[in-house]
């Protein structure tokens, strides 16, 4: 609980600051480094985002301790969303960096 109360807002105040200043800074670059180095930011963005997705599952989770909610299914599934970041961090970088969207989905040797 301490983490939603006290780290997330912290670090999504600090994030916005810093991405704020990091958006001027890019506004200062040249042209063909901007995009690049936009796509580097919005993706780091969204893998800084990722973790809310915790306060679901702790919210489902005070649910069940509580005893607001009792279900089996819910105490499984607290388990299942807080896996959910191992496996979505690596696809978002797959998705919003070209270098690997185009390695992976568009390669160039296929096998045969």
């Known amino acids: 609980i301490l983490p939603l109360l006290v ?11 810093m991405r704020r200043k990091l958006l001027a ?13 936009r796509t580097i930011l919005r ?7 990722l973790p809310i997705v915790y306060i679901f599952a ?3 989770w005070l ?10 299914i819910l105490r499984r599934i607290v388990v299942v969303i807080t896996s959910l970041f191992a496996l ?12 690997y969207r185009k390695c992976v989905f568009f390669p160039k040797n296929k096998l045969t």
């Open 7 to 17: 780290v997330y807002p912290t670090a999504f105040a600090s994030l916005y600051v």
């Open 25 to 37: 800074a890019i506004h200062n670059l040249a042209t063909p480094d901007r995009s690049s180095h």
């Open 43 to 49: 993706t780091l963005t969204i893998q800084i985002m």
């Open 58 to 60: 702790v919210s489902l």
């Open 63 to 72: 649910l069940d301790l509580f005893g607001i909610v009792e279900s089996t």
């Open 88 to 99: 979505v961090t690596p696809l978002v970088n797959l998705y919003y960096l070209p270098p």
